[in-house]
T-cell receptor, first 119, second 107 residues
């Protein structure tokens, strides 16, 4: 049981290049999230998914795309990287609470983070 | 004004001290997470609570949903408790994070 795994852990890109970050979880979680963490700011939600085949925009979605073709995987893509996208990216997953329909009160599991630098 | 605010932003303590970190939120939430982020960067979930109090070892978390306030307490603090502590409010399928509290416990 690996939990939440992110790849790659580190990447350096040039402006305009594209790349994909992969998040994989083996806990059969419904909900998956992509966050970015920047100095002096809290974790900010980029995109999220509440189930296979569904995605939704978070607070800072511009410049990113996502896909959730399989329940266990959530991919984050940068089509044309910009220096402003230099950040540490975290993936997280959880299950929805059965006690309160529609509210996600499940425990959160995070990946180890992916440090992306765009030159 | 952030929807989720933590205080203090930075906290330095001596080993053995009792520590309190506060989290206040202005949005409606159904539950709140307390997370720990170590210098290596990994984030670990400490607690998820929607009412009352939870205890795990030397850590205690309390929440008052009506007053929109939660606290994380660490008893008998230890240098290994040094980390960033983050609270996150749950609203539907999304979370709103505080900026974190940097805790340093000196031996």
């Amino acid at each position: 049981n690996a939990g939440v795994t992110q790849t790659p852990k580190f990447r350096v890109l040039k402006t305009g290049q594209s790349m994909t970050l992969l998040c994989a979880q083996d806990m059969n979680h419904e909900y998956m999230y992509w966050y970015r963490q920047d100095p002096g700011m809290g974790l900010r939600l980029i995109h999220y998914s509440v189930g296979e085949g569904t995605t939704a925009k978070g607070e800072v979605p511009d410049g990113y795309n996502v896909s959730r073709l399989k329940k266990q995987n959530f991919l984050l893509g940068l089509e044309s990287a910009a220096p402003s996208q230099t950040s540490v990216y975290f993936c997280a997953s959880s299950y929805p609470s059965r006690m309160r329909q529609g509210a996600n009160t499940g425990e959160l599991f995070f990946g180890e983070g992916s440090r992306l630098t765009v030159l | 004004k952030n929807e989720v605010e933590q205080s203090p932003q930075n906290l330095t303590a001596q080993e053995g001290e009792f520590i309190t970190i506060n989290c206040s939120y202005s949005v409606g939430i159904s539950a709140l997470h307390w997370l720990q982020q170590h210098p290596g960067g990994g984030i670990v979930s400490l607690f998820m609570l929607s009412s009352g109090k939870k205890k795990h070892g030397r850590l205690i978390a309390t929440i008052n949903i009506q007053e929109k306030h939660s606290s994380l307490h660490i008893t008998a603090s230890h240098p290994r408790d040094s980390a960033v502590y983050i609270c996150a409010g749950v609203g539907g399928s999304r979370l709103t994070f505080g900026e974190g509290t940097q805790l340093t416990v000196n031996p």
